[in-house]
């Protein structure tokens, strides 16, 4: 009834703690997990071929890059609904169980809640976790991204309807039936390194009359770690994006808020087509702030006013 598919690369330590987590799921009887080990170098392949557990299909690939990853795990897939995590999400207890229920009632992209946890609080929080502190005291860990959080403020702002834009999906918690990811041909493998393409398929999604709704009680942590970002790469990606969208206007707000050009309540009119329901001071996405000091010498707008 459900596979879940994880890509992973070099992220063995993180990928154990997902995995366990999974194994103590209530819902795990229908459901296949494929786990693309995307030419990990770290002893991933040996970690994932000592496993047994009976729900877990592990393919292991050469280097290729997230969406590739991904577009193979959904080749061997054969459920009714996908559900995508990435290898450093902690999922709740009963987290399979809230998305299959909500596919179950009305089918459609449901977008999870993810509570993020910043690379250096990482260790104390595994330790919390592993001593047995419960969910209030590890959500005290958390650290809002405004990119991979913007769900959360949309659906705050819009009187906690579930209807949400495609700008909030993003890959790490998602799911959907496996009708609609044939439908637009999966992953653009084109996209290269870290960013954009989960966004770029979600606005496929929309384009193809996909319904986003956030699914609050669908609960993960992700494990940060300070990526290493290809910021030329990432900013190609971008300019691909909205030029693939024929410089759609919805695209065109989507960069201008992810190089930091436009606040995030000005994304939501353009995008929700309405006015948020907050009065909160404008709030902007620091681009910089997923760099490396190396690669954080300025910041690059993809567009003009």
């Known amino acids: 009834m459900l596979s879940i598919v994880i890509p992973t690369y070099n992220q063995r330590e993180r990928l154990e703690e997902a995995l366990g987590a999974l194994a103590k799921q209530s819902c795990l009887r229908d459901t296949t997990v494929y786990v693309v080990n995307d030419g990990s170098t770290d002893g991933t392949r040996l970690f994932l071929e000592q496993l047994d557990y009976d729900w877990l299909k592990v393919i292991h690939q050469a280097n290729r890059g997230r969406s590739a990853a ?47 946890i910043s690379s250096d609080k990482v260790e104390r929080f595994i330790a919390e976790k592993h001593a047995g502190a419960d969910f209030a005291t590890l959500a005290n860990f958390q650290e809002e991204d405004l990119l991979v959080n913007l769900g959360r403020y ?57 319904k986003f709704r956030y699914l609050d009680e669908a609960k993960a942590f992700h494990l940060d770690h300070r990526k290493q970002i290809n910021r030329p790469q990432l900013l190609e990606n971008v300019l691909y994006f909205y030029k693939k969208s024929a410089f759609e206007r919805e695209v065109k707000a989507y960069v201008d808020y992810v190089t930091g050009k436009i606040s995030m309540s000005d994304l939501y009119r353009i995008v929700m087509k309405q006015e948020p329901t907050c009065t909160e001071q404008e709030i902007y996405f620091r681009p910089n702030a997923h760099l490396t000091k190396k690669e954080s010498k300025e910041v690059v707008y993809a567009t003009n006013s």
């Open 70 to 116: 991904r577009n193979t795990g959904m080749q061997q897939a054969r459920s009714k609904y996908v559900l995508f995590l990435d290898d450093d999400m902690v999922v709740l207890p009963r987290f399979i169980e809230h998305h299959l229920a909500a596919q179950q009632e009305q089918e459609g992209i449901y977008i999870g809640e993810i509570l993020n």
């Open 154 to 210: 949309f659906y705050e702002w819009s009187n906690k309807q579930a209807a949400l834009s495609w700008v909030c999906m993003v890959a790490a918690n998602v799911s959907f039936p496996i009708s609609m990811f044939k439908q637009v041909n999966g992953f653009d493998e084109r996209f290269k390194g870290w960013g954009v393409e989960d966004h770029e398929l979600a606005f496929r999604f929309h384009q193809a009359g996909g």
